[in-house]
């Protein structure tokens, strides 16, 4: 089974498009605007919005360059390229009662899940595997991240792909 097929990993994303999706709802109406304007000036400054807001702008546009949501087309698409390197520059706020750095590692996890055609399996298998987990407010200690970075690079990509969870 394709991790992506995987009902763990699909909830995951989908919590994920989720709170991306009311993270923009709650800012239109904060704001009494929507649409591609308010989209457009969301990533105009992307440091001065939460992650979530900007990666819901992201989706609102459409890559003039491509023709698809801004940041999520093909890797040689350089419109994409650099709109996709803005969701970096967001403000990341971690959640109460989950460790420091939790949040971040889920932006970074639910960018690589959303955009999954942009990364290299190996990249694919260690942030999609760990969303689940990074969702329900786990982080992997250093050691962890090492360790399970060492199975996977010793995973062949057809491994990767069926991978479910690290042994």
């Known amino acids: 089974m394709r991790r992506v097929d995987h009902p763990r990993f699909r909830a995951a994303l989908e919590a994920v498009e989720s709170s991306i999706a009311a993270s923009w709802a709650a800012f239109c109406a904060e704001h009494d605007a929507s649409g591609?304007?308010?989209?457009?000036?969301v990533l105009q400054n992307p440091a001065e919005f939460e992650w979530r807001v900007v990666d819901a702008a992201l989706d609102?546009?459409?890559?003039?360059?491509?023709?698809?949501?801004r940041g999520a087309g093909p890797v040689?698409?350089?419109?994409?390229?650099?709109?996709?390197?803005l969701r970096y520059g967001a403000i990341e706020i971690d959640r109460p009662n989950v460790p420091p750095g939790n949040e971040h590692a889920i932006r970074v996890s639910s960018a690589v899940a959303?955009?999954?055609?942009?990364y290299l399996p190996?990249?694919?298998?260690?942030?999609e595997i760990a969303?689940?987990?990074l969702l329900d407010g786990k982080l992997p200690t250093t050691a962890q991240a090492q360790a399970g970075k060492a199975i996977l690079?010793?995973?062949?990509?057809?491994?990767l792909e069926a991978m479910t969870e690290l042994p």
Do not use: K
């Not at 609102?60 to 949501?69: D, F, K, N, R, V």
């Not at 190996?122 to 942030?127: C, E, H, M, S």
């Not at 690079?153 to 491994?159: F, I, Q, T, Y």
């Open 122 to 127: 190996r990249v694919r298998a260690g942030y």
């Open 153 to 159: 690079n010793r995973l062949s990509d057809d491994e």
């Open 76 to 85: 040689e698409c350089t419109a994409c390229e650099f709109a996709n390197g």
């Open 36 to 41: 591609p304007d308010l989209a457009e000036i």
């Open 131 to 133: 969303l689940p987990d």
């Open 114 to 118: 959303r955009t999954r055609h942009r």
């Open 60 to 69: 609102q546009l459409t890559c003039a360059e491509c023709g698809i949501a």
